[in-house]
């Protein structure tokens, strides 16, 4: 029996040109990108073209573009960088209570440092309102976050009006986490007012351990590891050349074809959907097919109420069907979604949910084979369901 | 039937008599040339003038690269309409809706090229001007002295409206006055030099003068650069690399510091003219402004310019710091400029360089080195590195794997 792999959340497959050119890139320019001698000249080239490729890409400058280890460190650079840089008197912040554990925890840490946290809510598709924006606004807030993409139900939020509302207060920055959302979404950095984005190679079928940070000019960041002066002294540390090309190659490859890949995706969510409802024990959370435009394409979120997640997932993976319990690094906790939570869907679901991601590998049969497993598993299951109460 | 136009205005080159013609043609190949990625566009040529049909291309990227081609003087986004006066008063109103910011003020002017119209000049002024008016709240007419001037050029084939025109590069168009060495340094002034030089119609060679190995591969970088920035505005150019390094240690050698800087001057010129005449170049182009280091003095000058017989061209000369900073800047060259990388001249910069130096003495040094001298700027010459720049060329070789990574 076939493995399939449906959590492309967690981490995508590794595209196979990008895994040839990240091993010859790191045989050839082996160099320090910072080293002075031709072979060093010859790898930051190489940094140079890739940072110009994913400029290009979000039609922001080169100098916008600031290599990380990842969508973590972006995050943490964004909203730790942000108020190490400024003064003491704005330190209000206002960020989504369905962020990303590396927007969410960080705020958190903020929070302790006595840092002022406003938690937007959200409605029950997990949807920030743009009037809960501008009514948390405050003399001395700093930044507003909130990601593009759930990773959880693949909500998409509503980026373009937060930041037009926000073109009113300048003083106030604006992070996107858009780590789930690169080559399924479209992004609009500059038109839709975004000061800040974040994005990990990995989900978009590139290299592990690295990402970037578009920061628009002008935007001062505390660096928050002291080191070296590369990426223009906001992050030091030795660039991770094999990475940073294989992603602006994966970037390429990702965005140059999303129309079409959307449309494709939104085919198989559809069918997804479709085989989903008649399993009268699953429940979708998030947007359905009849409101594609305010969810990615790639991602569907079910809820088995009174039957714990991690039953369903081992049982899935026994049947060859791999996908995760909310996101994959808060999975191995047994609290319910705090995503799912926020959206007010009640411990029943939010502690019950499974999540199926997929991508470019996967074609209608697949989905059918999924839907197949996903019915034989909870007729297993069934005996097992505790009371619903 | 409304469709989008660009005219375009040639410069001086109007008043250039029998030759005008070729002039022209150049200038219209140039004007295609820089337009390429637009295909769909449409080119017609009249007395003096370009008309392009932009027939779905989006007018404000290409008007973008209009404005760095030579010889266009000024251009304006035309709408060309039929001869129904209903028709010819909605388009007016339409381009003078498409000028930002919103003028105030306006002033209506018609021509009528098509004698055989119903309506003169001045009825028609006040028919598609009265419309305007009525359908533009705050605008007023001010003849004197408008923010705006609509004008209407009624034709034979149509009738073309047009309310905004944009300054562009002015100038000659590339090559017309022939060709020039452009002395390119990785410095703030020489690009400056080249762009004006070539906005003057010259085609520019750049020329230049590298110590590898006592200087790093990035200065080289830095010069390609700079070159494939004055590439941009000339379709391509031609990098002479000259290996200066050991003419230079010779110079250093003759003890007379404080004159090694006006020895390396007279040197390249001496190669720079040499490397003209195989290329075919009637001048040498200079990034010298007067007073600005020792070398660019009154006194040095006339010392290291003495004994070469091509025009030396310094179109700096006479500019203040701040105004080639502020060129640069426009020409994006600045940023490349300042980046810290050491040049052939850093290496041996006295502490104390003549600013008056003696030609007597010069000429005494260069005649006891005598035929080793000849020899070194033969061996210059000849050793001389040639790579041809576009804007997007990058000039090292595993450009071929780069391509396939990204």
């Not at chain 2, 027939?55 to 973008?64: K, Q, R, S, V």
């Not at chain 2, 010069?223 to 000339?234: D, E, F, K, M, P």
């Not at chain 2, 001249?345 to 260069?366: H, R, Y």
């Amino acid at each position: 029996m076939d493995t399939l792999y449906f959590d492309h959340c967690a981490s995508t497959p590794i595209h196979g040109r990008v895994a040839e050119t990240v091993l010859e890139v790191m045989k050839i320019h082996f160099a320090n990108a910072a080293a002075l001698h031709r072979a060093g000249a010859e790898a930051m080239k190489l940094v140079d073209r890739a940072r110009a490729g994913i400029a290009a890409g979000f039609r922001v400058k080169p100098d916008e573009v600031v290599f990380t280890s990842g969508g973590t460190e972006s995050n943490n650079l964004a909203l730790k960088g942000t108020i190490g840089s400024l003064a003491r008197s704005a330190k209000h912040v206002i960020v989504s209570s369905v962020e990303h554990a590396s927007v969410y925890r960080c705020a958190k840490q903020l929070e302790e440092q006595g840092v002022e946290v406003t938690w937007l809510p959200v409605d029950r598709y997990g949807s920030v309102r743009v009037e809960d924006v501008t009514a948390a606004l405050r003399a001395d807030t700093a930044l507003v976050s909130v990601m593009h993409v759930n990773n959880e139900t693949g909500t998409v939020q509503p980026i373009r009006e937060i930041g037009e509302a926000l073109a009113r207060y300048p003083q106030v920055r604006f992070h996107v986490d858009g780590v789930q959302a690169i080559g399924k979404v479209p992004v609009r950095f500059r038109e839709w007012g975004i000061d800040m984005y974040s994005a990990s190679a990995h989900k978009f079928q590139g290299p592990k351990g690295v990402g970037f940070l578009l920061v628009r000019e002008g935007l001062a960041l505390a660096p928050l590891l002291a080191g070296g002066s590369q990426e223009a002294g906001v992050r030091g540390g030795t660039h991770n050349v094999p990475g940073i090309v294989g992603m602006a190659q994966a970037f390429r490859l990702a965005t140059e074809s999303m129309p079409e890949r959307r449309e494709r995706m939104f085919r198989l969510r559809r069918r997804l959907l479709e085989l989903a409802s008649t399993i009268p024990e699953l429940v979708l959370n998030g947007y359905g097919a009849e409101e594609e435009e305010k969810t990615s394409p790639h991602v569907v979120n079910l809820s088995y109420p009174g039957m714990r997640p991690e039953v369903l997932v081992h049982m899935l993976e026994k049947h060859g069907v791999l996908v995760s319990t909310q996101s994959a690094c808060s999975s191995k906790s047994l609290q319910p979604s705090r995503v799912l939570s926020s959206m007010g869907l009640g411990e029943d679901r939010a502690s019950g949910s499974i999540r199926i991601s997929f991508g470019d590998e996967h074609d209608e049969r697949d989905i059918d084979t999924l839907g197949e497993r996903l019915r034989m598993t909870v007729d297993k299951l069934k005996p097992l369901e505790r009371s619903r109460g | 039937m409304k469709e989008d136009w660009i005219l375009v205005r040639f410069g001086e080159l109007t008043i250039k008599g029998r030759n005008r013609g070729r002039f022209e043609d150049m200038l219209v190949r140039q004007v295609k040339q820089a337009l390429a990625a637009y295909p769909a566009l449409k080119y017609t040529k009249t007395f003096g003038r370009l008309y392009i049909q932009l027939n779905g291309e989006p007018y404000e990227p290409a008007a973008e690269r209009l404005k760095d081609v030579f010889g266009i003087v000024s251009f304006s986004r035309v709408i060309r309409c039929g001869h129904d006066l209903q028709d010819i008063r909605e388009t007016a109103l339409q381009a003078i809706r498409q000028v930002e910011p919103a003028p105030k003020t306006f002033k209506m002017t018609v021509r009528r090229a098509w004698k055989a119209y119903p309506h003169d000049s001045q009825e028609m002024n006040h028919l598609v001007g009265a419309h305007v008016l009525r359908n533009t709240p705050d605008l007023k007419v001010d003849v004197r002295n408008p923010d705006t001037e609509l004008k209407v050029d009624i034709q034979p084939e149509g009738t073309y409206v047009y309310a905004s025109v944009e300054q562009a590069a002015g100038g000659f168009p590339l090559g017309m006055n022939g060709k020039a060495m452009l002395l390119l340094s990785g410095g703030i002034d020489s690009p400056v030099a080249g762009w004006m030089a070539m906005r003057k119609g010259l085609e520019i060679e750049a020329v230049h003068f590298h110590s590898y190995p006592f200087t790093s591969e990035q200065a080289k970088e830095k010069v390609v650069t700079l070159a494939q920035r004055l590439a941009y505005y000339g379709g391509s150019i031609k990098l002479h690399l000259v290996p200066f390094t050991e003419l230079q240690t010779k110079l250093a050698q003759t003890g007379q510091e404080h004159l090694i800087i006006t020895l390396m001057r007279r040197s390249m010129l001496k190669i720079a003219e040499k490397l003209a005449a195989k290329r075919g170049a009637l001048a040498i182009v200079t990034g010298d402004s007067l007073g600005q280091v020792a070398s660019q003095t009154l006194g040095s000058m006339n010392v290291i310019g003495r004994d070469t017989s091509l025009p030396l061209l310094r179109p700096l000369v006479m500019m203040d710091k701040l105004e080639i900073i502020r060129i640069a800047e426009k020409l994006r060259t600045y940023e490349t400029s300042i980046l810290p990388y050491e040049d052939c001249c850093t290496l041996f910069v006295p502490k104390s360089p003549a600013t008056n130096p003696n030609l007597g003495i010069v000429l005494k040094i260069e005649s006891q080195l005598g035929a080793e001298l000849e020899r070194l700027v033969d061996e210059a010459v000849n050793g001389t590195e040639t790579v041809v720049l576009t804007e997007n060329s990058r000039s090292d070789a595993p450009a071929a794997a780069e391509d396939k990574w990204f």
